[in-house]
C-alpha cells in the first residue's frame, strides 16, 4: 500500500541553524505534500504544503522542495528559533478525496 | 479561517462507561472528516473517515461498534467510545476539509482539531 517515510526520527540543533527534514513517498499519483506541526498536547497544524505541479515553495523561515522524480519532498528552517521545537509530520495524497497518509513524524529540539 | 474545534479537550472516565467527543469546523462545511487516534511519541492513525449523511468508513481493525461515529450536518462529526476500556485511553484527534474549497478546485487540505486526551480508568 501507499507508505511515506520520514527522517531523521529525531533532529537536534543550535538556535540559528537550519533543519531539514526529509521524506520519500510511494505513491506516484500523489500530488499534495502538505507538512504539520505538532506541540505537545496539541493537535497537528498546517505550517506549509506544496503540490506536484511547483518544485519549491517559501514562506518566511520556512520552505519545501519537491522531486517528483525521485519521489522525494523536503522541509526547510532557516534560523531556527526554540519555538520551533516540536514534531513535525509530513504527508503525501490524491486530490479527489483519498486518504492522507503521514510520515512517523520528527522531533525537532532546537537549543538555545 | 479553517478552524476546527473538539469538545471535550480532555475526559477522565470510569471502565464500562461510553465517552463522546465532538469534532465541529465553526468557519468552514466539512463533508467529510477524519478521525485520528495517536498513542505517544507516535504518528496519527487513521481510524475512519466520517461523510455527512453517510456511514463512516473505518480503517481495517477497527470496531465500528466500539467506536460509533455520526456526521449529522456539515459542521459537526462525534466519535463516541463505547464500553471503554483502559486500552482505549489515547489522545483522539479529528480533521477536516473545507467543501467549498473542494468543490472551487482550490483546497483539498485537512485541518485538525486539537485533539481530546481520554483516560479510562
Known amino acids: 500500500g501507499e507508505n511515506v517515510e520520514q527522517h531523521p526520527s529525531t533532529l537536534s540543533v543550535q538556535e540559528g541553524d537550519s533543519a531539514v527534514i526529509k521524506c520519500t513517498y510511494s505513491?506516484?499519483?500523489?500530488?499534495?505534500f502538505p507538512w504539520y506541526k505538532q506541540e505537545l498536547g496539541k493537535g497537528p497544524q498546517l505550517i506549509i504544503d506544496?503540490?506536484?505541479?511547483?518544485g519549491e515553495k517559501k514562506d518566511q523561515r520556512i520552505a519545501v522542495t519537491l522531486n517528483k522524480t525521485a519521489k522525494h519532498f523536503s522541509l526547510h528552517i532557516t534560523e531556527t528559533q526554540p519555538e520551533d521545537s516540536a514534531v513535525y509530520f509530513c504527508?503525501?495524497?490524491?486530490?479527489?478525496?483519498?486518504?492522507?497518509?503521514f510520515g512517523a513524524g520528527t522531533r525537532l529540539f532546537v537549543k538555545a | 479561517g479553517a478552524v476546527v474545534s473538539q469538545h471535550p479537550s480532555w475526559v477522565i472516565c470510569k471502565s464500562g462507561t461510553s465517552v463522546k467527543i465532538e469534532c465541529r469546523s465553526l468557519?468552514?462545511?466539512?463533508?467529510?472528516m477524519f478521525w485520528y487516534r495517536q498513542f505517544p511519541k507516535q504518528s496519527l492513525m487513521l481510524m475512519a473517515t466520517?461523510?455527512?449523511?453517510?456511514?463512516?468508513?473505518?480503517e481495517q481493525g477497527v470496531e465500528k461498534d466500539k467506536f460509533l461515529i455520526n456526521h449529522a450536518s456539515l459542521t459537526l462529526s462525534t466519535l463516541t467510545v463505547t464500553s471503554a476500556h483502559p486500552e482505549d485511553s489515547s489522545f483522539y484527534i479529528c480533521?477536516?476539509?473545507?467543501?467549498?474549497?473542494?468543490?472551487?478546485?482550490?483546497?483539498?487540505?485537512?485541518?485538525f482539531g486539537p485533539g481530546t486526551r481520554l483516560t479510562v480508568l
Open positions: 480533521s477536516a476539509r473545507d467543501t467549498g474549497h473542494i468543490l472551487a478546485g482550490v483546497s483539498d487540505t485537512q485541518y
Open positions: 505513491d506516484s499519483a500523489s500530488n499534495y
Open positions: 506544496i503540490r506536484s505541479n511547483v
Open positions: 504527508a503525501a495524497s490524491k486530490t479527489g478525496g483519498f486518504k492522507t497518509i
Open positions: 468557519d468552514f462545511q466539512a463533508t467529510t
Open positions: 466520517s461523510n455527512e449523511g453517510s456511514k463512516a468508513t473505518y
